[in-house]
């Protein structure tokens, strides 16, 4: 189980911090990613995290703006937002590979859990 929270109204330039708490099983050796899905449009990887936090990735739009980490103690994923844009209006929704790996999918295909999203929007 995988439980999105963070998500808020926000105005433009501000920030947020999305967490991902799991429960149930220990995720503390899967890779970790952020989706997000805006109205009309199809979900996309915003960020991932490898199992050590060592190894990240980002969408090219929230490169320098957003940062992903993990507790891995706490069983939870951080995605903290900065500079926020309106565009950056969307659910946005965490997800977990199913096995233990080094690297960081990029699609959502290859991730298995998923927690149900969080909204974010960003007023301009």
């Known amino acids: 189980q995988l439980q999105a929270s963070g998500g808020g109204l926000v105005q433009a330039g501000g920030s947020l911090r999305l967490s991902c708490a799991a429960s149930g099983r220990s995720f503390s050796r899967s890779s970790m990613g952020w989706f997000r899905q805006a109205p009309g449009k199809e979900r996309e990887f915003v960020a991932g995290?490898?199992?050590?936090?060592?190894?990240?990735y980002y969408g090219d739009s929230v490169k320098g703006r957003f940062t992903i980490s993990r507790e891995n103690a706490k069983n939870t994923v951080y995605l903290q937002m900065n500079s926020l844009k309106p565009e950056d209006t969307a659910v946005y929704s965490c997800t977990g590979s199913r096995f233990d790996i080094d690297y960081v999918p990029l699609k959502q295909l290859e991730y298995f859990y998923w927690g149900q999203g969080t909204l974010v929007t960003v007023s301009s």
């Open positions: 995290i490898n199992w050590s936090g060592g190894i990240t």
